[in-house]
């Protein structure tokens, strides 16, 4: 324990060095520590996300954008398509076709998405509610946990919906009948957290589907080329109720979550097949998926390196600040030797200044990491609308650490091994 | 009682020094004069245990300290011998106290924080405790590294040239005090030095000279 004291003291005599020290053990530290658990929360929201969808149909543009608009709600759908094309899938009885569930987006609620769909999304997604009754007709409104608690919505309350994801006073639906609460869900952690679940009549209802698409309002301004819905938008508007009377095929949804009874050839070859055959397009989310780890990966794997570089460039300071201090202190040490220490003793004093500079700089990186974490996710949440919680702990942190002690104290060996073998008469001579 | 019997050193370039037989009862107080080359520092390496005789012994109370073990001659070092050198040197990262309470670790005695205070005191430099060893006077850190070397109470106190760098008046007040205090602490005292000013104050004094012989 009085080792271990000394060491301390001769750390903390000489502050640049050691801050020099910390600042990059801690810096190289946090940024794989970081990098592991955004990786991990990120794969796992996508992951938890699946829900066993095998599928995901909407309007021609990017899979990967189809796939993360319409089962992680973090882009602007491709489009829409009409409801007519969608039946032949969302239609019971199809021979391959276990579930599918329409989904119809555009409008939102203070920056929180309104999706228009049937009971098979609770179905889908298993979801419970915590409070009241799942919708049964238009304009009424499950409400996800996450979104219920931050925007204190109960059973009964009433809102209105805004164009688009951005919150934005000018685009409020004013003249639409207001949504009302009737259900609460329970926290699932999945998507449906932050979601405001209605029947698809509603979004109808709200917009109908007269010359614009609904799904496109989410990346449109105010000054945008599409028209706003108001008393001096220079049309007329059909009573709401009209449009949910609309005939089929001038219906419009955003896409259909498609799950598989069975895997086989067939179910292999439709997303080609409707790719190749129709105005639809069809994603696999796996595949997007992967398209997206693989993207990501390459991202990662630079940071990693990265931080790899540092952590040697601090290895190299560790032994760098411990060779060169052996100099000055080789008195010091032929002191301790003269007062009774043995060569091991003085071997071991080295070693653990080593290994507290790295065991103290591998805490600082956990800490930077998760602050990191922290700040970055109050910054993705407003973002996404996803939450990346900074307590999340990972084992392979403490793997992290481990290596970082071991790293440590193998830059502080040869150092370590030189004091072992201070002469001390020639030493004490010389001084 | 401190003795060395038949004392030889042999240095890498085949220079062999030998040394006279050197008795020195407790509390006795010792001069070893010599001049450069006669082997002063060498004899007084070998009494500290430091440097490894070619032949001799080196007996401190009652032990030959050239047949122990590295480990325990370390061990025996701490614990019977304390050292005073020409330039007093501390571990900087430690206060003056700090340094007198790491001498009774090492040599595995245990000191409360008042009788470092007492021996603080005693010394002149009680106020200077706390003080870095660089923020202390050169006077102020030689009187530190004589409690240091004695606070333990060891068997024997082996100076190297204390006076040398030093005026007058401070070589004075130096050799008083490592009179004064090894008296107290019932320590031998040898000094090795080749400053005249010391001659007067000691009755006990071994001259070394170049015993010097290349080796077979």
């Not at chain 1, 109050?378 to 992290?400: G, I, K, M, S, T």
């Not at chain 2, 590295?70 to 571990?91: E, S």
């Not at chain 2, 850190?141 to 030093?166: G, K, M």
Request: charged share 20%; proline share 5%; glycine share 8%.
């Amino acid at each position: 324990m009085y080792s271990l004291w000394l060491s301390w003291k001769h750390l903390v005599h000489k502050p640049a060095q050691l801050t020099l020290n910390l600042v990059l053990i801690g810096l190289s530290t946090g940024l794989i520590a970081a990098v592991l658990l955004f990786s991990r929360m990120l794969t796992d929201r996508l992951d938890r996300n699946l829900a066993g969808v095998d599928m995901v149909i909407g309007a021609k543009g990017s899979p990967l954008q189809l796939v993360l608009a319409g089962m992680y709600h973090i882009d602007v759908p491709t489009g829409n398509i009409s409801l007519e094309e969608a039946q032949a899938f969302l239609r019971p009885g199809h021979p391959l076709i276990a579930t599918a569930v329409p989904l119809s987006l555009g409008d939102s609620h203070k920056g929180y998405r309104i999706v228009g769909t049937d009971a098979r999304f609770l179905e889908l997604y298993q979801l419970a509610l915590a409070d009241g009754k799942p919708f049964e007709k238009p304009m009424e409104v499950v409400a996800g946990s996450r979104v219920a608690r931050l925007l204190g919505l109960k059973i009964g309350s009433t809102f209105q919906s805004t164009h688009g994801l951005d919150h934005n006073e000018d685009l409020i639906h004013e003249e639409s009948q207001p949504f009302v609460v009737t259900g609460i869900l329970e926290p699932s952690g999945t998507v449906a957290d932050q979601l405001l679940l209605t029947p698809t009549e509603s979004v109808w209802m709200v917009h109908g589907d007269h010359g614009h698409s609904h799904a496109d309002m989410e990346s449109m301004t105010p000054e945008g080329e599409d028209h706003v819905h108001g008393p001096d938008c220079g049309h007329d508007h059909p009573a709401h109720e009209e449009h949910a009377e609309e005939p089929t095929e001038a219906r419009e949804i955003t896409s259909v979550l498609i799950r598989f009874k069975v895997r086989n050839h067939l179910t292999l070859n439709m997303p080609r097949s409707i790719n190749e055959n129709t105005n639809l397009q069809a994603a696999s989310p796996a595949i997007e998926l992967n398209r997206l780890y693989g993207l990501m990966g390459t991202g990662v794997s630079m940071l990693r390196w990265l931080a790899m570089v540092i952590m040697v460039a601090a290895g190299l300071s560790i032994f760098v600040s411990l060779y060169g201090s052996l100099k000055e202190r080789r008195y010091e040490l032929a002191l301790l030797r003269v007062m009774g220490s043995t060569p091991t003793y003085l071997f071991r004093l080295i070693l653990t200044e080593g290994l507290l500079l790295a065991l103290i700089g591998a805490v600082l990186g956990i800490v930077l990491a998760h602050a990191g974490i922290s700040l970055a996710g109050h910054y993705l949440e407003q973002e996404w609308r996803y939450a990346f919680p900074a307590d999340l702990f990972l084992v392979q942190e403490l793997w992290l650490m481990g290596i970082v002690v071991v790293f440590g104290v193998l830059a502080a060996l040869l150092p370590a091994w030189q004091a072992r073998k201070v002469d001390i008469a020639q030493t004490l001579t010389e001084g | 009682m401190i003795e060395t019997r038949d004392l030889t050193f042999s240095y890498p370039g085949g220079i062999l020094l030998r040394f006279p037989d050197f008795r020195c009862r407790p509390e006795e107080q010792w001069l070893i004069w010599g001049e450069s080359g006669s082997g002063k520092t060498t004899f007084l390496h070998l009494l500290a245990g430091i440097r490894t005789p070619a032949s001799g012994q080196v007996i401190i109370r009652d032990q030959d300290i050239t047949s122990l073990s590295p480990r325990k001659l370390d061990a025996f070092r701490g614990r019977h011998i304390g050292l005073v050198f020409q330039t007093p040197h501390f571990i900087d990262a430690l206060t003056i106290r700090q340094n007198v309470v790491l001498a009774c670790k090492m040599s595995g005695h245990s000191i409360s924080q008042g009788e470092v205070d007492t021996w603080l005191n005693r010394l002149g430099i009680g106020h200077r405790a706390d003080a870095l060893p660089f923020r202390c006077s050169q006077g102020e850190q030689q009187r530190a590294s004589i409690v240091r070397a004695l606070v333990h109470r060891p068997a024997l106190l082996l100076a190297d040239e204390p006076t040398s760098a030093l005026d007058d008046r401070h070589c004075d007040e130096v050799v008083r005090l490592l009179q004064e205090q090894t008296r107290q602490s019932r320590t031998a005292l040898v000094i090795v030095t080749h400053d005249q000013r010391l001659r007067n104050h000691f009755p006990n004094a071994l001259t070394l000279t170049s015993h010097v012989q290349p080796l077979a």
